[in-house]
């Protein structure tokens, strides 16, 4: 079971880099909309440029996936996994294309071959490239094939694994279409509840970061959801029948009640409950954080700072994004986002065709904010919880500069056993995700004394540091000393 949460680490990781993608998309679709709400740029030159720039990206979405995901976990990152990613996605979708399923087997072609094109294909494809680049791109032929060698062997062995993996899909593809369609539709059918669900899963599962497999299903055309895209697609979508207004966006709406204000909200009640003599570490830290969560909807750093230290607070938090995604999708408050429910990628989704009511969302955020207040004060005084601020012996405030990436990754990297002691080093929006040769030396008291406000253990020999947005800087800086 570890190796595979392991592995399932370096899976979701990898699908950071094909999502990092969306907020370009989500900035130049918003301001098209902004400037030319109605006709989605038909009476605009300008409004039309930017919109269909940003479609661009959504449009390929699975191509982006398989080329992201064998970039992404690759053993050193280099160019050669996602040129293999790409020829293995060309492959794959055109033997399996409706035209050529139908060419090979002579018969009618079913459904699924119609939907080959689509994030999970792209993401296992992604995969087996990787895998082939890590396993091969050191390998040399002799001297007649030397030109051959090493990284150009890769897409080459891909493109063959590629017929072996598309006569797999071939017999398999429709079961799997068939599951992942009757899982939407059985989502779907249960409606704003079943958006409640996928909200109470979504936090749930990051702790150990394998919320993004889960938002693929919803957010992405893997199940036949799609939200994220059909909502930036505006008017094409709603014209095509693809979105609905007051329905498309719903797996998203409630997130910004919660990033923008509940969260603030729990912040604020740690900042009350913390002992008077640590008010100001507490509030300097909360602040930061709540900042981030409002403007730009990065929640780890206010998470992380409750998750493990009172677990339950974090369950409740689970429970109340559910219900606040419930409520968004039950009054149909709709607004979405290219890259996380912040005030950022509201303003930019308000004047979204697809956007409905999106102003009460505000109004919803109040009341949670005042929710999360007082429901969060109450647990952590009635159960003495030790958030930060109340522990029962304070560490002495850390003098380390947070500003200077060099040394904060020197400490970090003494704490974690030495360069030699890193296998794989590799950052997310707020992580370290790193493989150690043994896990057992790391300092996880220095760690959270530099600033890490949690510490993921996935196996026997993955870690995850959560640091905030500093944490690509400070991998890229232990990368350059390996």
Request: charged share 15%; glycine share 10%.
């Amino acid at each position: 079971m570890g190796n595979i949460l392991g592995y399932m680490q370096k899976v979701g990781r990898a699908l950071m880099v094909p999502v990092a993608v969306l907020p370009t998309a989500a900035i130049l679709m918003g301001i098209g909309y902004w400037i030319d709400p109605n006709a989605w740029g038909g009476d605009s030159q300008l409004a039309a440029f930017l919109i269909r720039a940003g479609s661009a990206v959504i449009d390929n979405m699975a191509l982006l996936f398989a080329v992201g995901v064998a970039y992404g976990m690759s053993k050193d990152k280099d160019g050669a996994a996602a040129l293999s990613g790409l020829v293995g996605w060309l492959v794959v979708t055109t033997i399996l294309s409706s035209d050529s399923v139908a060419q090979i087997t002579g018969e009618a072609v079913p459904a699924a071959f119609t939907h080959i094109e689509n994030q999970f294909v792209g993401i296992l494809v992604g995969i087996i490239a990787a895998e082939l680049y890590n396993k091969f791109s050191d390998v040399e032929l002799n001297n007649a094939l030397a030109f051959f060698s090493g990284r150009r062997l890769v897409p080459i062995i891909v493109s063959i694994a590629m017929l072996l993996f598309s006569v797999i899909l071939l017999i398999v593809w429709p079961i799997i279409f068939s599951f992942l369609q009757e899982f939407g539709q059985k989502i779907s059918g249960l409606g704003e509840v079943g958006a409640g669900v996928y909200g109470f899963f979504n936090r749930l599962l990051i702790p150990i970061g394998l919320h993004h497999a889960l938002n693929s299903v919803f957010w992405f055309d893997v199940a036949g959801i799609n939200d994220i895209p059909n909502f930036l697609s505006g008017q094409v979508g709603i014209d095509s029948g693809a979105a609905v207004i007051g329905k498309t966006g719903m797996y998203q709406a409630g997130f910004f009640p919660i990033m923008m204000f509940g969260l603030p909200g729990a912040a604020f009640a740690i900042y009350t409950a913390a002992k008077k003599e640590n008010k100001q570490k507490v509030g300097s830290i909360m602040l930061a954080a709540t900042l981030a969560s409002f403007f730009t909807g990065v929640t780890e750093p206010l998470e992380f700072s409750f998750m493990f230290v009172a677990p339950l607070l974090y369950v409740v938090h689970a429970i109340l994004t559910g219900i606040s995604i419930f409520i968004a999708a039950n009054m149909e408050w709709i607004a979405g986002f290219g890259f996380s429910a912040g005030l950022v990628d509201m303003i930019l989704s308000s004047r979204n065709p697809l956007a409905k009511d999106w102003y009460m969302l505000l109004v919803q955020g109040v009341a949670f904010f005042a929710i999360y207040y007082f429901v969060f004060l109450a647990l952590i005084k009635t159960f003495n919880l030790k958030t930060p601020g109340r522990e029962e012996a304070e560490k002495e405030i850390n003098e380390i500069s947070q500003d200077d990436t060099g040394e904060l990754a020197e400490h970090y990297l003494e704490a974690l056993g030495g360069i030699k002691n890193l296998e794989v080093i590799d950052a997310c929006i707020t992580r370290l995700r790193l493989t150690l040769k043994d896990r057992s030396i790391i300092k996880e008291e220095k760690l959270k004394e530099l600033g890490a406000m949690g510490v993921v253990k996935l196996g026997t020999n993955n870690l995850q540091v959560i640091i905030g947005p500093q944490a690509e800087s400070i991998a890229n800086q232990m990368k350059s000393w390996a």
